[in-house]
T-cell receptor
Framework: DAKTTQPPSMDCAEGRAANLPCNHS???????VYWYRQIHSQGPQYIIH???NNETNEMASLIITEDRKSSTLILPHATLRDTAVYYC??????????FGGGTRLMVKP | GAVVSQHPSWVICKSGTSVKIECRSL??????MFWYRQFPKQSLMLMAT?????????EQGVEKDKFLINHASLTLSTLTVTSAHPEDSSFYIC??????????FGQGTRLTVV
């Protein structure tokens, strides 16, 4: 599995966009980039995933660089409930998810 | 997204006793289920992977005789912590997946062994 590098923590003002970066320079061609988040004392929640095209859903947008070595998760209008640890996980189809340290996002009023 | 239900949400047990945790996929058939453990301020660590009807595959360092996993149906997997000790106190989380698609997680079970 590809290794990832995420900043350990970030702050964001409520109502502003939160941009969470992830470096996955060793990602292989068949690995998707998955994003999950974990709110305190809960199980992880699936957010979004992509292979090479940018993706958007009701929760977030995922921007993947052309060389696929990095990606950015965008929460367009962060709320206090978005405070959580965000995990970027490259994963091949059928493989298990391996969690790294993630980014602790603190949304502040 | 799909719903995975884990029960109980928390449990306190005496040292030396066994505890069973259930994980159910409510609206899909889970061909594969995963069990994770998470200690305070740490990330999730995969304990084992189980496919329906097969024996679980344990990660290195996880004792299969201590953490019994049963995946007898496509909607239910159980994790039994046998002869629990205080060092087994942790947050246990299951995950279920159908085929190669994204996995969904239960809400977790906080186990405290006293």
């Amino acid at each position: 599995d590809a290794k990832t590098t995420q900043p350990p923590s970030m702050d964001c003002a409520e109502g502003r966009a939160a941009n969470l970066p992830c470096n996955h320079s060793t990602i292989s061609g068949n690995e998707y980039v998955y994003w999950y988040r974990q709110i305190h004392s809960q199980g992880p929640q699936y957010i979004i995933h992509g292979l090479k095209n940018n993706e958007t859903n009701e929760m977030a947008s995922l921007i993947i660089t052309e060389d696929r070595k990095s990606s950015t998760l965008i929460l367009p209008h962060a709320t206090l409930r978005d405070t959580a640890v965000y995990y970027c996980i490259p994963r091949g189809a059928g493989n298990m998810l391996t969690f790294g340290g993630g980014t602790r996002l603190m949304v502040k009023p | 997204g799909a719903v995975v239900s884990q029960h109980p949400s928390w449990v306190i047990c005496k040292s030396g006793t066994s505890v069973k945790i259930e994980c159910r996929s409510l609206d899909f058939q889970a061909t594969t289920m995963f069990w994770y453990r998470q200690f305070p301020k740490q990330s999730l660590m995969l304990m084992a992977t189980s496919n329906e009807g097969s024996k679980a595959t344990y990660e290195q360092g996880v004792e299969k005789d201590k953490f019994l996993i049963n995946h007898a149906s496509l909607t239910l997997s159980t994790l039994t912590v046998t002869s629990a000790h205080p060092e087994d106190s942790s947050f246990y989380i299951c995950s279920a997946r159908s085929g190669a698609w994204e996995a969904f997680f239960g809400q977790g079970t906080r186990l405290t062994v006293v």
